[in-house]
């Protein structure tokens, strides 16, 4: 088991920023691609980004290039999303997911956390 906490989440407004944390206990995590995925209402969940278990390699979806970026504290087992001009859009399920696998992490992950919503207004 690797269970996955995220926090972070919140009521914002549009151009504010948001930072996501996901925490997990035991150094298993050391070992595997963690990855952050967003939900909206009606529609599937997607990939967002994801960094390797050494985080020497990151990744992310074309539309949050450039405004999000994932990071991770290996010592902490806590990867990170920093959100910056968030888009008005409503609310938004942000969850964590990690796999042994850099490829399966993106689309179907061994682990997955709760969630975390965050609405954005404008």
């Known amino acids: 088991q690797l269970p996955l906490v995220e926090s972070g989440g919140g009521l914002v407004q549009a151009g504010d920023s948001l930072r996501l944390a996901c925490t997990a206990s035991?150094?298993?995590?050391?070992?595997?691609?963690m990855a952050w995925f967003r939900q909206t209402p009606g529609k599937e969940r997607e990939f967002v980004a994801a960094?390797?278990?050494?985080?020497?390699?990151?990744n992310y979806t074309e539309s949050v290039k450039g405004r999000f970026t994932i990071s991770k504290d290996i010592a902490k087992n806590t990867a990170y999303l920093q959100m910056n001009n968030l888009e008005p859009g409503g609310a938004a399920v942000y969850y964590c997911a990690a796999d042994t696998s850099g490829q399966r992490v993106r689309t179907s992950p061994a682990y997955w956390g709760q969630g975390t919503q965050i609405t954005v207004s404008s």
């Open positions: 035991g150094r298993t995590l050391d070992y595997v691609t």
């Open positions: 960094i390797s278990w050494d985080a020497r390699m990151t």
